[in-house]
């Protein structure tokens, strides 16, 4: 751990005390686990807190830790924003558990970092993920129309409707998908004479 780190960690641990248990130190990086309950004052504690000042949100995305590593049994959808102060010159991530897998929800955190407004939405409309209190939470990247979200691990490959344009009716229809599967693994050249120069 460099000094930058142990500094970063030893005001974490002051300023939120227990609420913050164990700060992750990997490389230059530290990571925290915020409780749901806790997430609104520690965010703001993050930005205003003269020790940390972390102004800036770097980014915000949703994660589906389904499957994840062996016999793993911890809630399936997280967030996890990235932090940078640029007073202290430090980065902090935070990950935040959403309590409820079939309807994953947290606070938005726009009253704090505004630029998080697309970034939650973004993670809304990928992984379903609902941020309450957010001003204008609807789709980004997909259709208004589009049903599921597509980086949910269960989510299929091929997609569940396709849009394409109809000349008879001259409007965009959905119909089902009606790609046929196929064999995406590459042929293996078996010839014994394979590369031999003469």
């Known amino acids: 751990m460099t000094g930058s780190t142990a500094t970063l960690v030893e005001s974490l641990r002051a300023v939120f005390g227990e609420r913050v248990a164990n700060p992750v130190v990997a490389g230059a990086e530290v990571t925290i686990v915020v409780p749901v309950p806790d997430l609104a004052p520690i965010m703001n504690g993050l930005r205003d807190d003269p020790a940390l000042r972390f102004e800036l949100l770097v980014d915000l995305c ?43 929800r ?49 989510f299929p490959l091929s997609g569940t409707v396709e849009m394409r344009y109809d000349s008879d009716r001259r409007r965009v229809i959905y119909q089902p998908v009606t790609i046929e599967p196929r064999n995406n693994v590459p042929r293996i050249v078996r010839e014994e004479t394979y590369g031999d120069t003469e």
């Open 62 to 104: 949703g994660v589906d830790y389904k499957g994840y590593g062996v016999g793993y049994e911890g809630p399936r959808f997280a967030v996890v924003y990235h932090l940078l102060s640029l007073v202290h010159n430090r980065r902090l991530r935070v990950r935040v558990f959403c309590e409820d897998d079939d309807m994953p």
């Open 106 to 154: 947290l606070a938005s955190v726009i009253a704090v970092w505004p630029v998080a407004n697309w970034f939650e939405r973004e993670a809304f409309d990928l992984f379903g993920i609902v941020f309450e209190g957010h001003p204008d939470l609807r789709r980004i990247l997909t259709d208004y129309g589009f049903i599921g979200h597509p980086f949910r691990k269960d």
